[in-house]
């Protein structure tokens, strides 16, 4: 069974910066896709940022230039969110997802994690 394990996130003053962390546990082969969506209250979920299995990485116009995400395939998987600069309108729960997980126990599923909670507020 495949779990996302996510750390980070809290309360931190507009211009500030702040680290997310996903971890996946369990035999995984390939995914697809692994990186962070959000949802402020009110709107919809989006995409923040998502690595590629490859390495490519893929950013929202909003974030773009501010946020990176970083991650390997090795044993450990695992994807990071670095947000620097950020605005009150980041505040969000910010979910890790990955996408299309071939591994032991799964064959081609998404995964969610729990969420965290990012205020951005003076």
């Known amino acids: 069974q495949v779990k996302l394990v996510e750390s980070g996130g809290g309360l931190v003053q507009p211009g500030g910066s702040l680290s997310l962390s996903c971890a996946a546990s369990?035999?995984?082969?390939?995914?697809?896709?692994m990186g962070w969506y959000r949802q402020a209250p009110g709107k919809q979920r989006e995409l923040v940022a998502a690595?590629?299995?490859?390495?490519?990485?893929?950013y929202s116009d909003s974030v773009n230039g501010r946020f990176t995400i970083s991650g390997d395939n090795d044993k450990d998987m695992m994807v990071t969110l670095q947000m620097s600069s950020l605005k009150p309108e980041d505040t969000a729960v910010y979910y890790c997802?990955?996408?299309?997980?071939w591994g032991k126990g799964s064959s081609g599923a998404d995964y969610w994690g729990n969420g965290t909670l990012v205020t951005v507020s003076s």
């Open positions: 690595r590629f299995w490859e390495g490519k990485t893929k």
């Open positions: 369990g035999s995984i082969f390939s995914f697809t896709a």
């Open positions: 997802y990955v996408e299309n997980l």
